[in-house]
């Protein structure tokens, strides 16, 4: 049972963690994952909104097929370039 006493006589003989910047880095990941700080820094952007610039491809993309797929300017197309197609 010599195990024993040399388990009791270093039970008690131990160091604490070294405060190095991976530990002061891993113990603020709770600052990170805490829910409270989630939903604050959620409702902070939510509130401020978002505006798309007018020059970008998906809103020039957009404008482009509005047009493309217009009802009108289909049939007006159409209307113009009947004439040149002629069959025999």
Known sequence: L???EAYHKEKHMYTTILDTHDYAR?????HFFSNKNYTA????????GYKIP???NALQHAKQQKIVLS????????E???????LP
């Open 54 to 56: 007018a020059d970008s």
């Open 41 to 48: 820094a959620w409702d902070k952007i939510k509130a401020k």
């Open 26 to 30: 891993c113990h603020d990941f709770k």
């Open 2 to 4: 010599n195990y024993r």
């Open 71 to 78: 009802n009108v300017k289909y049939k007006e197309d159409y």
């Open 80 to 86: 113009k370039f009947k004439a040149l197609y002629s």
